[in-house]
């Protein structure tokens, strides 16, 4: 891990990744999804307090009439102020308006987090990268199914993508 840059609050959003009760609960590693959603919720309690953007991403399964249970976001995560995604593919990105509402709002970095580590986070990350933000990636708020495949993405993905760090790293200007 890399010492993580100074974040202006004005030009940075976290970007938190399926923090649904169905996929917190599921079995994850290297830590439990309710270690993730409480560093997670951290962080994003300080990016309020900065003043800076808090984007909760959540999936919805297409073509199915009712979504299973638990695929709302977690109860009490979403503050106002917060910009909420839906998205119907591994990436936040894909058929949806992110990139235009992060424009908009001047946005050019993302701290990025949650579940799965390796599959909706990295994919997401991959096509942020390609749309030319500057990632940051709070490693202690992810997990995924195994413990290799979370430390694949943080140890060889990420740092060809951006600056992975811990979230009591990170810094305002």
Known sequence: M?????????????????????????PLEPRKGTEVLAAAEELATTFRRAGALVVLVRVERPAVAEQPPGSGLVPGLRRDGDLEVVKRTLGAFQGTALDERLRERGITTLVLGGIAT????????????????????????????????HDASVRLDFPRLGTVTKSKELTFA
């Open 2 to 26: 890399t010492a993580a840059p100074v974040l202006d609050p004005q030009r940075t959003a976290l970007l938190l990744v399926d923090l649904m009760d169905r996929i917190v609960a599921l």
């Open 118 to 149: 390796n599959l909706g986070v990295e994919s997401t990350a991959r096509a942020a990268a390609d749309l030319g933000y500057d990632l940051v990636f709070a490693e202690d708020t992810m997990a995924a199914f195994t413990a290799a495949e």
